[in-house]
């Protein structure tokens, strides 16, 4: 698949320039429980989401030491969090997801890549993530997740969970997720532009996830709230429908180069991981990675 540059384009100036009208709607409830919408999703993650999936598995990376164990909130059917195991084959992973058919798909996935091992799938609410696991965690991440939670509400009570492993194993955060475009026309088109081939259930699913998303103050302003602890934050440039909050606590000793380089993406899907990438000033980052022969943004 090949982002079109110039309908981006318009895209992004329409947006930058058109008044804010979206009210946020939360998503339809069970939206991810049938079969068609999980395995549109499921799909996806090893296609149309390959690059995106990249450019966070680069971020924890880069928040992870040897070894380190890593919760994941609302990971779905576990393809984001295959995609980190394959290419940090050190790490142990834990993801949490309410879903019983997103598990089912998931572990069957993991089982077949010999992952099941290393990447484990609890059903759990992340409302209550301080509870969903035993043990010291290292890195607490989330990939478009938050948006599911149905209201501020609920959001605050993930991340006071999210506050209280940060606070006793001195975890380090990574939170990517939407941000709500300005205009219901924006989160209609996106789907198509940047996920042409995927499913019909997906793109439904895509549209709802970003007319459900925060803005990117309504989620600063959630985890200002509830973190005892600051993030940074950042939106991504040109074209604002994304963004990300981190907390990268310096490790003791060297650091080590842990990532294994693999034949994952194809040469399309690393241009289109190179330049989403840029879209981001800075994300934490171990060492400079050549997506495709371009060098992400340097970190400010």
């Known amino acids: 698949m090949s982002v079109p540059i110039l309908k981006m384009l318009r895209l992004a100036l329409r947006e930058a320039l058109a008044p804010s009208t979206l009210a946020r709607i939360p998503e339809p409830a069970q939206?991810?429980?049938?079969?068609?919408?999980?395995?549109?999703?499921?799909?996806?993650?090893?296609?149309?989401?390959?690059?995106?999936?990249?450019?966070?598995a680069l971020a924890v990376d880069a928040l992870a030491r040897r070894g380190a164990r890593v919760l994941d909130l609302g990971s779905g059917s576990g393809q984001f969090l295959s995609y980190l195991a394959r290419h940090r084959p050190d790490l142990q992973i834990i993801g949490v997801e309410c879903s019983a058919e997103m598990i089912r798909v998931?572990?069957?996935?993991?089982?077949?890549?010999?992952?099941?091992?290393?990447?484990?799938?609890?059903?759990?609410?992340?409302?209550?993530?301080?509870?969903?696991?035993?043990?010291?965690?290292?890195?607490?991440?989330?990939?478009f997740s938050l948006h599911h939670l149905r209201s501020r509400t609920a959001l605050l009570s993930c991340l006071r969970g999210l506050d209280e492993i940060a606070r006793r194993d001195d975890a380090n955060v990574w939170i990517f997720d939407f941000v709500r475009p300005r205009q219901r026309k924006t989160a209609c088109e996106v789907p198509a532009l940047f996920t042409p081939t995927a499913s019909a259930a997906f793109q439904r699913a895509s549209q709802d996830s970003l007319c459900a998303a925060w803005s990117f103050e309504e989620?600063?302003?959630?985890?200002?709230?509830?973190?005892?602890?600051?993030l940074k934050a950042q939106r991504s440039r040109l074209l604002p429908l994304y963004q990300v909050h981190w907390r990268d606590r310096p490790r003791a000793g060297p650091v080590d180069l842990l990532?294994?380089?693999?034949?994952?993406?194809?040469?399309?899907?690393?241009?289109?991981?190179?330049?989403?990438?840029?879209?981001?000033?800075?994300?934490?980052?171990?060492?400079?990675?050549?997506?495709g022969g371009v060098q992400p943004a340097p970190r400010a």
């Open 219 to 230: 989620l600063r302003g959630a985890l200002r709230s509830a973190l005892s602890m600051p």
């Open 106 to 143: 998931g572990r069957a996935s993991l089982q077949r890549q010999g992952l099941d091992g290393r990447v484990t799938l609890v059903e759990g609410d992340m409302r209550e993530c301080a509870r969903a696991v035993q043990g010291r965690i290292d890195v607490v991440s989330t990939v």
């Open 259 to 291: 990532w294994r380089q693999t034949d994952d993406l194809v040469m399309q899907t690393r241009m289109e991981a190179a330049l989403f990438a840029r879209l981001f000033r800075a994300a934490p980052q171990r060492r400079a990675r050549s997506f």
């Open 31 to 56: 939206q991810m429980e049938g079969p068609d919408d999980v395995a549109g999703f499921h799909d996806a993650g090893a296609g149309s989401l390959l690059p995106v999936y990249h450019f966070n």
